[in-house]
């Protein structure tokens, strides 16, 4: 769907343009070194080393580039993103560092969603040369991971239904020989009534199943990833605004990045023993859709009264994650774009982190400032818990107030992760994840957006043991 080749090499001596960095502390002194008129090239570009500038600096017949960057001596994902963006088509080499941590921005930077463009622009490729295999692996794997996730979430939603996302799923089984199994009809209603109901009203084409993909040793550690797949969210008979619908296409955010951490773990052979669940449906909007006031069964067995339509992302949720929790696995991870609350006290950038243990809060954050990739964590108190009793049911999936939209939200969905045989409560951590970059920033193009990816893999590298480079 994207026009993104792999445009980071190996750098074996070829023939390459020069990037020069630097910042405005040692632009002063770094360009008193060169001649008067490349001095005054950089002059009349207004090039002071700020971060994000791009430089073009004539050398005889020839050329290089210079960038602004916050450190030279410390590079970020993002540091040279206004340099893949900018620069002419070329083969590039960094002049006094190798391009490291920034080899995931470089690529992610050049990304372009064209599936429905009959003319798409092509700048041409730039690529960039690094002398560091590892970095070069890693950084390509996950800028594919990440463009995956764009790739879906930007595709719309008559294109990317629950049958398309059984489709993702079928190629990952294939690509890994995992085993796939999808469940929906009549089976679906009988053992999933949650996610049944949530997507009972769609089309046909568009009928809810449960995916789940299985893969790895059976005897490693247990691995469950839940996506939330809601291809698009109407609101249900709590229907949406036309404001508030325009971008629904995204609802199934949560699924792709399970879908592309999925990727990740599999390709780099991470020795786990992956669950992969996404819950595919579409809330929709007919006659046998499922009503305000009605009251829900659930894998589970809870009753759950329906106090608002448009919270269904935690109904599809609550029956997956309660069957992730049937296998007693050591981790559950899910994504989800839950709740406009996460967005209202985070914005876009920040994906919301709810954990029931401090310790694997505590992996997460660090690996996500590790690679640029940070989620913040918000609390699961359980004082706020009341706030969903219902006076018919065991539960309410929406509360009245306004408060804490964002962690009741949390605290539903804990009610339907288990614990082990033991008793043990099951290590879980969940990610309110806006999959949407409304304003491009450099490395990182308006549109599908993945938030807590990178870090999410970062910390089950670390976990579990990092396996190989992860492959193409």
């Not at 949720?317 to 985070?346: C, Q």
Request: net charge negative; with cysteine; charged share 25%.
């Amino acid at each position: 769907m994207s026009n993104t080749p792999d445009l980071i090499q190996a750098d074996r001596a070829q023939d390459a343009i020069r990037i020069h960095l630097v910042n405005k502390d040692s632009f002063e002194s770094w360009v008193r070194t060169l001649p008067a008129g490349q001095r005054a090239a950089l002059a009349a570009q207004k090039f002071d080393g700020s971060g994000y500038q791009v430089g073009i600096v004539p050398e005889g017949d020839d050329w290089f580039a210079v960038g602004g960057v916050a450190d030279p001596e410390s590079l970020s994902s993002w540091c040279l993103g206004k340099l893949a963006e900018e620069l002419p088509a070329g083969t590039y080499r960094l002049a006094d560092h190798d391009p490291a941590a920034a080899i995931f921005g470089w690529q992610t930077a050049q990304y372009s969603f064209t599936r429905y463009k009959s003319e798409a622009e092509d700048a041409g490729p730039r690529i960039l040369l690094s002398k560091q295999a590892n970095a070069i692996d890693r950084g390509l794997a996950e800028a594919r991971a990440v463009n995956m996730v764009c790739d879906l979430v930007n595709t719309p939603a008559e294109d990317m239904g629950p049958a398309a996302l059984e489709d993702v799923a079928a190629r990952l089984a294939k690509k890994y020989g995992a085993q796939l199994t999808v469940t929906k009809g009549d089976v679906l209603e009988r053992e999933h009534p949650m996610i049944h109901a949530v997507g009972r009203a769609a089309a046909r084409s568009h009928a809810p199943r449960l995916i789940e993909l299985e893969w790895g040793d059976t005897k490693a550690p247990r691995l469950a990833i839940v996506g939330k797949g809601v291809c698009f969210d109407s609101g249900g008979l709590d229907v949406k605004s036309s404001a508030g619908m325009l971008l629904m296409k995204k609802d199934m955010g949560g699924a792709a990045h399970a879908f592309a951490l999925a990727d990740l773990i599999m390709g780099s052979g991470l020795p786990v023993r992956l669950h992969l669940l996404v819950p595919a449906v579409e809330n929709a909007i007919a006659g046998n859709a499922f009503r305000p006031g009605d009251v829900l069964k659930s894998r589970k067995g809870l009753s759950v009264e329906i106090g608002n339509t448009d919270a269904e992302g935690r109904l599809v949720l609550g029956d997956a994650l309660t069957r992730a929790s049937e296998e007693y696995p050591d981790l559950i991870i899910d994504f989800a774009t839950l709740t406009g609350a996460a967005r209202v006290a985070l914005g876009p950038d920040y994906p919301a982190l709810m954990t029931r243990r401090d310790e694997t809060a505590r992996e997460l954050l660090d690996a996500g400032a590790e690679c640029d990739d940070p989620p913040w964590r918000m609390p699961l108190p359980e004082a706020y818990a009341e706030w969903l009793k219902s006076d018919i049911a065991d539960v309410n999936n929406s509360h009245t107030n306004a408060f804490a939209g964002a962690s009741v939200a949390g605290l539903f969905l804990d009610k339907f992760v288990g614990s082990h045989e033991d008793g043990t409560p099951i290590d879980w951590a969940h990610f309110d994840t806006f999959a949407w970059r409304p304003f491009a920033k450099p490395g990182r193009p308006k549109g599908g957006a993945a938030y807590g990816l990178r870090a999410a893999f970062r910390m089950l590298q670390r976990r579990y043991g990092r396996g190989s480079s992860p492959s193409s």
